[in-house]
């Protein structure tokens, strides 16, 4: 069995805390995980948050390559015959349609 620390616990707000010796090398604002278990309690370290996307690197990322955003006239498209729209074409690969 490993060393034995002792612990206080006091109030802090709405909450108590536990107060753990400096001995045991934990990194001041590091975020751990608290498990209630039958003989007590088990405390280990948290995973690392996940990294999350920014997407202000990316619209920065063609300052000065002469990239602009597309024009609202541009986003307009002419109607077109689409293929299942013909009769003799759906009779063939939709029949009961």
């Given at each position: 069995?490993g060393?034995?620390?002792?612990a206080?616990?006091f109030?802090?707000?709405?909450?108590?805390?536990?107060?753990?010796?400096?001995?045991?090398?934990?990194?001041?604002?590091?975020?751990?995980?608290?498990?209630?278990e039958?003989?007590?309690?088990?405390?280990?370290?948290?995973?690392?948050?996940?990294?999350?996307?920014?997407?202000?690197?990316?619209?920065?990322?063609?300052?000065?390559?002469?990239?602009?955003?597309?024009?609202?006239?541009?986003?307009?498209?002419?109607?077109?015959?689409?293929?299942?729209?013909?009769?003799?074409?759906?009779?063939?690969?939709?029949?009961?349609?």
């Amino acid at each position: 069995m490993g060393k034995e620390y002792r612990a206080k616990v006091f109030k802090s707000g709405n909450s108590l805390a536990l107060r753990l010796p400096k001995e045991l090398g934990m990194v001041e604002g590091s975020t751990m995980v608290l498990r209630e278990e039958r003989a007590g309690f088990h405390v280990e370290p948290a995973e690392p948050a996940k990294r999350k996307f920014n997407i202000d690197k990316v619209w920065g990322c063609a300052v000065g390559s002469g990239l602009q955003f597309i024009k609202d006239e541009d986003r307009l498209f002419e109607e077109r015959p689409l293929l299942w729209d013909d009769p003799e074409w759906r009779a063939k690969h939709m029949p009961g349609a």
